[in-house]
């Protein structure tokens, strides 16, 4: 699974590199170009998403190519500081191209910078302090000013700043820029109300706005038409989704219900999943339907009960431990994933050793763990981080190799057995297929290259903490 900051996308891997050669549309065509870099989470993914729609309607084409966009805009996250610190380091290595193009091209035909989402939203105007060369800065409701901005910084050249905005960016109508995409995302709830102490999204994300059932369900069948077989619905906590519309609304669990039952949807996923929301019909429901992927991401965060007080995440040990129990029970074969945090203030030996057994006992199929860091505004950063550098480390090394062990043990269930997966392309190497099963584990083999897009029985040969590796099934 992609989660969190960890996952980047847009033209180059391994970071932007716009040549000195800038030459935006003027000299190739007369089709204006938009480059956009995504950081962050699914929710920033979708919202990439809902730009490049905005985009496409201004006459705009995207491209995977910045040395030829006019328009540049990242996308970025301030979940935790190095999310930010990539950001920086990716806008700052255009400085000297953007000056370049500043004094040598006229203000018509130099690239427009922006950065936008939830870093933009979090710092607001300093940005134009720290990296003088971004002409836009647009927080996460404001989106829908953006081809405006991008007009009227080509009129006047003058920088333009929209934040705080109260637009929800979550409503694409149709496929848009996703048509015959095999696998897509749909916002369902934006916003958190949660405010666990250590959590920045409440911030730069505003409070839980729920979508209407029926605009998510339009959306997820226009993708189908278009190609779709597999949507993840995307909340902070998907579990709350519809208190906040009342009468209007579905719960969760019916809405997942009703969007399982769209002709031509072949998967469902959700994430993420928070403890004190999550129940037990949601299990009964992944059990008997199989179009839902029997997959749960239920981040824990801290095995202390006195840490877990500290974070504001309203619930214990013990109540995590029993959905945890359901879920094993009731849904058979799921996997569950997690996320933790080590160094949270005030943590010590014992409250890491419980966060520890807590991993052994509880045994995910994977997690992911973060070195705790203040995120101002957020209310744990009035506290001292008192965790040194050195200890997050250890802390952050031991949990990892603990979940390596738990992780290959859990794959060598899957060993001599038969799994369906949905064939999304190739592995790195691009030497075999590469796809998901149903509880989101990735599969590579070797295979023709017509199954891409389609689902096949695999056999799995043997495993690594991270891959099945398998061979076609007949
Ligand atoms: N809504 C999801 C998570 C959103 S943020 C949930 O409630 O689970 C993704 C993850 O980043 C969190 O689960 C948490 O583990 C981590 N995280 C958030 N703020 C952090 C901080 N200040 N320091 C370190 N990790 C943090
Ligand atoms: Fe952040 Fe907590 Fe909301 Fe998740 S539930 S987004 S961790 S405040
Ligand atoms: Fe990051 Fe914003 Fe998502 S802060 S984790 S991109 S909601």
């Known amino acids: 699974m992609n989660k969190h900051e960890k996952h980047e996308s847009g033209c180059k891997k391994h970071g932007v590199n716009l040549s000195s ?12 170009k938009c480059f956009i870099k995504t ?19 201004e006459g705009y084409a995207c491209t995977q190519d910045i040395n030829e966009a006019d328009v540049i805009l990242f996308n970025g996250c301030s979940v935790r500081e190095h999310a930010e610190a990539r950001v920086w380091g990716q806008v700052g290595v255009l400085k000297k191209s953007a000056a370049h193009s500043r004094q040598s091209i006229d203000r018509k035909t130099k690239p427009i910078i922006g950065i936008i989402g939830c870093i933009a939203q979090n710092h607001q105007d300093k940005i134009f302090k720290k990296l003088p060369h ?41 496929a848009g820029t996703r048509k015959g995409r095999l696998k897509a995302f749909v916002t369902i709830v934006e916003g958190c109300d949660n405010y666990c102490s250590y959590c920045i999204v409440p911030y730069v994300r505003a409070r839980q706005i729920s979508r209407l059932p029926q605009d998510i369900l339009e959306e997820i069948k226009s993708l189908v038409e278009n190609g779709t077989k597999e949507i993840t619905l995307l909340g902070q906590n998907v579990n709350s989704y519809g208190v906040d519309l009342n009468a209007h609304g579905l719960s969760f669990v019916k809405l ?31 059990a008997e339907n199989k179009k839902i992927c029997p997959h749960l991401h239920l981040p824990f965060q801290s095995g202390s009960e006195r840490i877990l007080k500290k974070m504001n995440r309203k619930y214990t040990i013990s109540q995590y431990i029993k959905v945890v129990d359901l879920y094993k029970r009731i849904v058979a074969g799921g996997s569950l994933t997690t996320d933790v945090i080590v160094g949270f203030p005030g943590e010590e030996e014992k409250d890491f050793k419980d966060t520890f057994n807590l991993m052994k006992e509880v045994a995910f199929d994977s997690a992911f763990v973060f070195k705790y860091c203040p995120r101002p505004p957020a209310v744990s950063s009035l506290l001292a ?43 790195k190497m691009k030497k075999k297929l590469r796809g998901r099963t149903r509880a989101n584990k990735i599969a590579v083999f070797e295979g023709q290259d017509k199954l891409i897009g389609k689902k096949v029985k695999v056999k799995i040969k043997d495993v690594t903490e991270s891959t099945l590796i398998a061979g076609l099934g007949k």
């Open 134 to 174: 971004v002409d836009l800065v647009c927080g996460t409701g404001n989106l829908y000013d953006l081809p405006k901005m991008v007009r009227e910084i080509q009129k006047t050249g003058k920088k333009m700043l929209a934040v705080n905005g109260k637009q929800r960016p979550h409503a694409i109508g149709s």
């Open 21 to 32: 050669k800038h030459l935006p549309h003027s000299s190739a065509d007369m089709i204006p």
């Open 39 to 57: 950081f962050g989470c699914q929710m920033n993914e979708y919202d990439s998403e809902l730009v490049k729609g905005l985009f496409e309607e």
């Open 256 to 286: 997942l219900s009703e969007a399982s039952k769209i002709n031509g949807l072949e998967r469902i996923r959700f994430m993420t999943s928070h403890p004190k929301d999550t129940v037990k019909e949601l299990f009964e429901l992944m």
């Open 385 to 427: 981080d008192d965790v040194n550098i050195e200890t997050k480390k250890e802390r952050n090394q031991l949990l990892l190799s603990l979940q390596k062990k738990i992780s290959l043990n859990k794959n060598r269930f899957y060993l001599e057995r038969e799994a369906e997966v949905l064939v999304e392309g190739h592995d």
